[in-house]
């Protein structure tokens, strides 16, 4: 499976999202599941998109505090870290991070999996 989020939030969150844009579909293209990493958005686009959501909803929201519970919540699944700081935008500050390693969707998608199996058990 190519994009994975712990369920009961998965399976609405897709069929919420077929044919449609806009936040279930930050990437401004709609769900089709033969072309699914047409509907990947960057990090940035989503925290963006998360910062003008909770303003208009008026909750407090900073960048730092997402990203700081993200690399915890990470952490504590046992993602490894060279991908939970690919996933964040930077290297994981080795040599082979810098310069040769390149975080693919097949290893994002298993830390996902980590994740919502994290989440799954709260």
């Known amino acids: 499976m190519l994009w994975r989020m712990g369920d009961p939030f ?3 969150m897709l069929e919420l999202a ?3 844009t806009g936040p279930l579909v930050p990437s401004g293209r709609p ?3 033969e072309r699914p990493a047409d509907w990947y958005s960057s990090p940035s686009s989503v925290t963006h ?3 003008r959501w909770c303003a208009r909803s008026g909750f ?3 960048e ?3 990203r700081s519970s993200y690399a915890s919540m990470m952490g504590e699944a046992l993602a490894p870290d060279s991908v939970v700081s690919g996933n964040m935008g930077h290297s994981d ?4 991070g810098a310069h040769y390693q390149r975080v693919t969707m097949r290893a994002k998608c298993a830390a996902a999996g980590l994740l919502a199996d994290l989440l ?3």
């Open 10 to 12: 998965a399976a609405r």
């Open 18 to 20: 077929v044919g449609r």
């Open 31 to 33: 769900w089709d599941p």
């Open 49 to 51: 998109g998360c910062e």
């Open 60 to 62: 407090r929201f900073t």
């Open 64 to 66: 730092a505090a997402m």
């Open 93 to 96: 500050g080795t040599t082979k």
């Open 120 to 122: 799954a058990e709260c």
